[in-house]
DNA sequence: TTGTAAGCGTTATCAT
DNA sequence: ATGATAACGCTTACAA
């Protein structure tokens, strides 16, 4: 009812309101300095009609859009899930929104991706690219702006932040564990192999079994995707070739539940004829029955200090925007990388994997003679 | 090392290279006519400089960002991953980005989140809001944009597109399926009460008994949040208060599967002690074991079609962004909505519920005599 | 302290 | 067909 109803305020409608220029509608909405009658007048107007600043005019002219974007393959994979949590808390404490873009494990799709901060819709991007090729790094290089890699490390040569899982560690770990408990014939369920985790696994899996003092035996691996029902499959076919077999470690929870499934479906009990040890310790592990033993990669974590690097090369928040004033993030980003904004120098995280043991790998009164 | 390198070329930068103004640089970056040589000598200067035009200054002067968010209460649980997955296929489809807000169940983000409308950062919302309040409803009448609501019907008088699943005939759909598998005793274990879909559950819940011919008995209702935690104190306390029950529905796959871990503890069987079923049928309902019923709520349709009714409220994607010609739905919205952009009757789509019989619930020779 | 005016990078109008 | 120019809504020198 007051003034013209119907096309949102802007300074320009404040001003008119309030009987002075915009510029000094401007300077009070943004607390800068201001007569106290006039900080009144504009206050007054600003809240008579509802004014709220227009997000796009201001990124315009501040060249920043408070914007960052999560790529990653498929937000189906409880693994991201994990991360948008984390990236979600870290840029809302540090007034930032996030923009979601699904890659759907395509090679091509994670260059657009890339390609895209040109147009400037955000300020960084975190990245979770599934394989390292030359055409991603040369994106990496030309890059319209920050990112952060998750995941797969993208040579040393590429001076690009990123933050990665031990997973080498993480499944030699798993293997380890299983031979702490008796088994001496332990199976490898993987994933695709070409891709970054798929090969860091299989490392870490031969090294397990040499730390064990166990043979690497190549009829003890399949492969497959890294889901459910491959994971199935791929069991199935190892059970038929390697019946003895007393140990799986598969390469992630999902193919890990596809692996329960075809064990009970044999009669094998598990831990006791096998014993199962999954990788990524999501929600599911816990569903799972029995409960699965599985590695943390530290999804949240990754995710957590994936933000926290990109926010800090993006600098502190443009004026207004930052709603808390500290970041949400328990322990800080390590002094390597804070407060190097802008730092022209790549700063290189690696999470420790730890194991959580449930009740799917348990033998009692196993363990090393004793 | 052509031109000045660093700053990103704008479309004067292409004009000063190709000698004409930008009004023309434009027009044939948009399609839009031109002289054979005049396009030819812009094409060429942008192809050059590598020129990518800026979505802010496009969204300042179109008045609409491309952007859509989606506001829900937290991305960790399974009903709105699936959620987003939809609609950001949809999203995508029709050349717009998806913004990810988690209120935290907390009824002022998500005033916020409304409020936030009016910064004009997205063109539109959905919005899962856990209860209707007056301040809600007041908020949405307000919004400075479209908004779709997905789950609480905020009543008949609200003229606010929104989807829903008919969780009332879901439950009765759950109650009817544990009774005809012979369960005379079917107890339920309850998310929080005071919310929209904990209520319709209820109500689920005591038409399903009715339609069975089974006694309402209020000892056998349990209640706690939809955690897999609360599920498996809430089924304690029921296994406490009632020995004989037979059957037990969940209002959520969380629910149920804290529920099936106190029945194993319990040392009840199920299927045969305990007939289980759950609800939303996520992907946690094929891990758990055994294998979970539960209905299917229409998780990825419910968000499919809030994105395809927002989407068409919000018009034609503006000039190009758009990648590809069609929508990536399936079925399309149905013709009461289609073509009916900027109407100012809301849409209400009701989703039908689907019971996916799986191993927790079905009995051997059950059902009625025969 | 306050106002005028110049951008930020586009699109679109209107003469030419 | 093309070019000058005015928006879009805001921030920020620079002047007054």
Redesign the pocket.
């Given at each position: 009812m007051t003034g013209s109803a119907g096309?949102?305020?802007?300074?320009?409608?404040?001003?008119a309101r309030a009987?002075?220029?915009?510029?000094?509608?401007?300077?009070?909405?943004?607390g800068?300095?201001?007569?106290?009658?006039?900080?009144r007048k504009v206050t007054d107007a600003a809240e008579a009609l509802g004014?709220?600043?227009?997000?796009?005019?201001?990124?315009?002219?501040?060249?920043r859009t408070q914007q960052i974007t999560f790529a990653m393959a498929d937000i189906g994979n409880p693994v991201y899930v994990a991360m948008v949590r984390a990236i979600q808390r870290e840029a809302k404490a540090a007034g930032y929104r996030v923009l979601l873009h699904s890659t759907d494990a395509d090679i091509d799709e994670e260059l657009a991706a890339l390609r895209g901060l040109a147009h400037?819709h955000s300020d960084g991007m975190i990245l979770c690219p599934l394989r390292i090729t030359p055409a991603l790094v040369a994106e990496l290089e030309a890059a319209a702006g920050p990112v952060v890699v998750i995941g797969g490390a993208p040579g040393d040569t590429v001076p690009v932040d990123h933050v990665r899982a031990d997973s080498v560690a993480g499944s030699a770990m798993a293997v380890r564990h299983l031979a702490e408990q008796g088994c001496r014939r332990i199976g490898f369920v993987n994933g695709v192999v070409d891709t970054v985790p798929g090969r860091s696994r299989a490392d870490g899996y031969r090294r397990g079994l040499r730390a064990a003092g166990l043979p690497v035996d190549p009829d003890l691996t399949e492969v497959g995707e890294f889901q459910i029902e491959d994971g199935a499959r791929a069991t199935e076919r190892l059970l038929a070739r390697a019946p003895d077999l007393d140990g799986l470690f598969c390469a992630n929870d999902l193919i890990a539940l596809g692996t329960l499934r075809t064990l009970r479906a044999a009669g094998r009990s598990v831990p006791g004829d096998v014993a199962v040890c999954g990788m990524d310790d999501t929600e599911l592990a816990e569903a799972a029955w029995p409960p699965l033993t599985s590695v943390d990669l530290g999804s949240s974590e990754r995710g957590r200090l994936a933000a926290r690097l990109l926010l800090d090369r993006l600098g502190p928040a443009?004026?207004?925007g930052a709603p808390a004033p500290g970041s949400a993030s328990g322990a800080p980003v390590p002094a390597s990388a804070a407060g190097t904004s802008g730092s022209a120098v790549a700063v290189r995280e690696l999470v420790e994997p730890r194991l959580c043991v449930r009740a799917s790998s348990v033998r009692t009164g196993a363990g090393e003679g004793r």
């Open positions: 096309a949102r305020p802007t300074i320009e409608t404040i001003a009987g002075v220029s915009i510029a000094s509608v401007s300077r009070v909405l943004n800068l300095g201001g007569r106290p009658d006039t900080v004014y709220v600043p227009n997000a796009v005019a201001r990124s315009l002219k501040a060249r400037r443009s004026a207004s």
